[in-house]
């Protein structure tokens, strides 16, 4: 069974990729999304019946002096978890992607693509050791490059490909520098190798840079390096908001329940080791509230509406790393669970509206679609609420459960956790209601209305001209892109044309229109999982079945009471998130619906704050100055200089030029006259004579 489960994606994606241009895209479609609906039936199968632990072997992968690998799964809870969350959303987006790219040319690529980037989530979800784990783990890397970078014809696109490659490689390097110092202090990779001694090594220490480090806590730094990349955690984080140029239903492939995710699930899978490296936890529990409040402050005011919903992304993948950072695993993973299912709704919602908005993308050209697109509108609503964990649905029980673990812990950097939580809680319900109110409230900006309503913008336009002075390097915000990548005109001009990928125009007497039902049946379904996941599954992840359901899927320390202690915090604490949605909810509706103009004039009246959140914290800008831009210099001196003026120049190049001189210089003598040959003849004996005579002479002094 748990080889189908793996497998099957694997199998649509090589007759997809393999066999597309022959058997059509209609029928990829098909076979792709039935083998991730078959997996995904099975996945729910063993995720209700499944109680034990098991292993199921493959193969032995390879075997390098003391180091063997196998191919095998190593199935608990933990591994049931991540298979219903990966196959589930996977197979919705699969069905949702084949009314989205219904008119791309290029589907089977597209299919064989999502299709493979499931079944390297997969292996990296099932792996058994920390070898198998890191080739799903670069599987996973691959297909993303290939995924954001598919319309490759698009110069934007190619770029965010790349950087998000480049990005992950940085984190990798420490992941695998982590594996190699495991398998220097245990002797293995595989987990059943690994987990059984590390209280063997909890006091070892391991010489690294000139000093003595606690191994445990440098292993565990390392390894967390690699998931700072994949889940896109601060100072990492740059690659995430660029994915966004690959398709919606990528976007919400990457953001939702796989990529981004494999970061939390390996912390989670390794947390026998962190349990004994408190000082890594304490790095991983700041890490977490920085990126929870940095990601909320930015999506304050951003206008693109898939934009919004990634940095929302990145600040809800702080959350679930403080969890874990504060020994909360469960109710990390739990947290993880829960916005698979809403944040992959709000990106296939955002796609719905894009699709209707005929892919124009900037929420300053959008408005009044509630009465378009009803049904779009209350599924992102739903979605909305669960985000920022409205009473009773998903996100509810697992954001609160963060953050009442961050206040409860007693471990160092909780207190800024929790503040960092919360007060990202408060900008999440205001951005998500900011994102609600300009989509789907308001004055029509859209087509025809935006000739004829002459302050229905006021809010946006003037803070974006605000920053269109400013200038910044690498700052785009000033442009609209569509979905498909294309620049557009800033949002504030009314002659607004976008062409989409597909040659549609966005003109004005195209109404938005509601989606086809292959595209709103996912919706549907991820709407109840918003609702209800939480409600169905609290008492298994994080409450009183909690230990008979985790069993020792996840570490819990003697000393790690968390989550018995979360249950004893003051009823403020309990009730500060809903407070904080609260005045989230208040301010957005002022700003946005009751006074338009506020918005615009506050950014008037900070415009250097302003510029600061909507140029991201001018993270891209210094890493272009520190690193982008001496490297790209670096490279040109090495080309210019060392390869095409030292080494070519000196080398196979300076050879060659110096063949050339003297084959140019003997050429000359061949003029093709018969007495310019008799000279030479003549000069070659008196030579010859000269030679003779002068050898024959007596040496002086000679007899």
Known sequence: ???????????????????????????????????????????????????????????????????TVDWAFRIDTLTRVMLVVVTTVSTLVHLYSVGYMEEDPHRPRFFAYLSLFTFAMLMLVTADNLVQMFFGWEGVGLASYLLIGFWYEKPSANAAAMKAFIVNRVGDFGFSLGIFLVFVLFGSVAFDGIFPRVNELKDAHFHFLGQDWHALTLTCLLLFMGAMGKSAQFLLHTWLPDAME??????????????????????????PLFELAPDALVFVTVTGGITAFFAATVGLVQNDI?????????????????????????????????????????????????????????????????????????????????????????????KDAIIEAAYASTRPGHTLAFMATLIAAFFTSFYSWRLFFLTFEGPARWGAHAHHDDHATPAVV???QAVEADGAPGHTEGVAHDDH?????????????????HGHGHHGDHTPHESPLVMTIPLGILAFGALFAGLIFKDRFIGEGMDAFWGHALAHGPDNHIMHDIHHVPALVSYAPFIMLLLGFVLA???????????????????????????????????????????????LFLWRQVDGRAIDGAGPDGIAARVVDVTRGVVRFQTGYVYHYAFVMLIGVAGILSWYLMAGLPKPGGH
């Open 485 to 501: 990548g294309h620049d557009i005109e800033p949002a504030h001009k009314s002659d607004l044309v976008a062409d989409d990928h």
């Open 306 to 398: 898939k934009r919004v919903i990634a940095y929302s992304t990145c600040s809800q993948l702080g959350y679930m790393f403080v969890a874990l950072g504060v020994g909360a695993y469960s109710a990390g993973i739990f947290h993880l669970f829960t916005h698979a299912f809403f944040k992959a709704l709000l990106f296939l919602g955002a796609g719905s509206v894009i699709h209707a908005m005929h892919h124009e993308q900037d929420m300053r050209n959008m408005g009044d679609l509630r009465r378009y697109i009803p049904f779009t509108t209350a599924m992102m609503a739903i979605g909305t609420l669960a985000l920022i964990g409205f009473p009773f649905t998903a996100g509810y029980y697992s």
């Open 246 to 271: 690959g398709p919606t239903p990528v976007s919400a492939l990457i953001h939702a329940a796989t990529m981004v995710t494999a970061g939390v699930f390996m912390v989670a899978r390794l947390s």
């Open 1 to 67: 069974m748990y080889h189908a489960i793996v497998f099957f994606p694997l199998i649509g994606a090589l007759i997809a990729g393999l066999f597309g241009r022959f058997i059509g895209a209609r029928v990829c479609e098909y076979v792709t999304t039935a083998c991730l609906a078959f997996s995904a039936l099975l996945s729910w199968g063993v995720f209700i019946e499944g109680d034990h632990a098991t292993r199921v072997q493959v193969a032995t992968w390879f075997t390098a002096g003391d180091l």
């Open 462 to 464: 003037h803070a974006s």
């Open 589 to 635: 509706f002022i700003m946005y619906i009751r006074r338009p103009k506020l918005p615009g004039a506050l950014a008037a009246q900070q415009p250097a704050l302003y510029r600061f959140l909507l140029n991201k914290w001018y993270v891209d800008e210094i890493y272009d100055r520190i690193f982008v831009r001496p490297a790209k210099d670096f490279g």
